[in-house]
């Protein structure tokens, strides 16, 4: 009993408490909008795959990314989408690749990789080519990148 204190929320009694949807704007799209723009999107990156445009492909899926609580299901085909164009990138163009990017779209993609870290077992899905990238994103956009990385709010 002398633990139960802790499990009192007590910011429900403070007006002044900053909720998450109060730090950024959400996403003005409608959550059924944003999945089918996923589902399009990843459409475009396998034909841009198969004509070997991979540039292309990491503007189309990182451009306007799926942010905010509701829509879950397109930051999971997003992800996905990535995690299938770093895996058939040779670690040769990779420079040139980032090179290519904008630093708001190298942006994105830093956060992306941490999400591809986040997750439960990722060591066994990509850790050597998330690793890589991130080094070589590293050397091209530089050490802010990171940090507006996790100053961001907006998770993606």
């Known amino acids: ?14 007006e002044d408490v900053l909720h998450e949807e109060e730090l950024y704007e959400a996403d003005p799209r409608d959550p059924s909008e944003v999945l089918e723009d996923a589902k399009q999107r990843q459409g475009m990156v396998r034909g841009m795959l198969s004509k070997n445009d991979i540039p292309g492909a990491l503007t ?7 942010y905010g609580p509701t829509v879950d299901e397109a930051k999971e085909i997003t992800l996905q989408s990535l995690l299938t164009i770093l895996n058939t990138t040779k670690a040769a163009e990779i420079p040139g690749v980032l090179k290519a990017l904008s630093p708001d779209t190298q942006d994105t993609l830093m ?28 050397e091209v956009a530089g050490v802010g990148c990171i940090v507006r990385t996790m100053t961001d709010r907006r998770r993606v």
């Open 1 to 14: 009993m002398a633990s139960a204190f802790r499990k009192i929320d007590i910011d429900i009694y403070d």
């Open 60 to 66: 189309v899926i990182l451009d306007n990314a799926p």
């Open 111 to 138: 956060k992306y990789l941490y999400k591809g870290m986040a997750m439960p077992g990722w060591a066994d899905i990509s850790a050597s080519v998330l690793l890589g990238w991130h080094e070589k994103l590293t």
